[in-house]
């Protein structure tokens, strides 16, 4: 029964996930986010605003999250399509977590250029909600898609992630 108590720190987290207007920014993920908090030296800092029922970034990626030279590593540009994707449950108003990621490299992401993500989500199907991404460059050419599956959870299962 001591593994069902939801620890307060972990219920004040998730009850930050709200929903803001249309335009407006969202809150990070938490400040030490890799993938949005600004108190995370390494991360992304991906600033996150509503579009309509989507979400949108435009992220410039820097010499800290180099693949080949000049060119922005595979798994720094996949962290910013499953992070990006976290911020549709702010609109969703579910606890989600990826359960599965699939993302298309079509061009090279140059680094220190500016970029457009956008992320929808589909119909929320039992426990499973959909979502994709694109990752536009400066000529609005598509240079990477992404798919994922979120599975939603509650806050439970955050307090055992976190052997609370
Ligand atoms: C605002 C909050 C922000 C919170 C998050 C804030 C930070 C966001 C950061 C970005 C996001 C992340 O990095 S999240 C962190 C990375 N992800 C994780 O750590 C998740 C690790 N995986 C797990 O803990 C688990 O596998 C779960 C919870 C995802 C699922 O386990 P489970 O609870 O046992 O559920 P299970 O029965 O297996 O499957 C649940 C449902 O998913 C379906 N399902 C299972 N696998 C698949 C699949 N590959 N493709 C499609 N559907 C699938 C099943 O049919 C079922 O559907 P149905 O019959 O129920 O319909």
Do not use: K
């Not at 970029?115 to 994709?132: E, K």
Request: glycine share 12%; with cysteine; hydrophobic share 40%.
């Amino acid at each position: 029964m001591g593994q069902q108590t939801v620890d307060p720190v972990i219920a004040g987290w998730a009850a930050g996930f709200r929903p803001v207007r249309d335009g407006e920014y969202f809150p990070p993920h938490s400040p030490g986010c890799v993938g949005c908090g600004p108190a995370n030296p390494h991360g992304l800092h991906l600033a996150v605003r509503r579009h309509g029922e989507g979400v949108q970034a435009e992220h410039t990626f820097d010499d800290r999250h180099t693949g080949a030279p000049g060119v922005a590593h595979g798994g720094a540009v996949a962290m910013a399509f499953d992070d990006l994707f976290g911020f549709l449950l702010y609109l969703l108003g579910e606890l989600a977590v990826t359960r599965d990621l699939r993302v298309s490299y079509l061009a090279p992401v140059r680094l220190n250029a500016a970029y457009m993500l956008r992320a929808d989500h589909g119909a929320r199907v039992g426990r499973r909600i959909p979502v994709s991404a694109e990752l536009r460059n400066h000529d609005n050419v598509v240079v990477a898609t992404a798919e994922a599956t979120f599975v939603v959870v509650d806050t439970h299962h955050f307090t055992r992630a976190a052997g609370r």
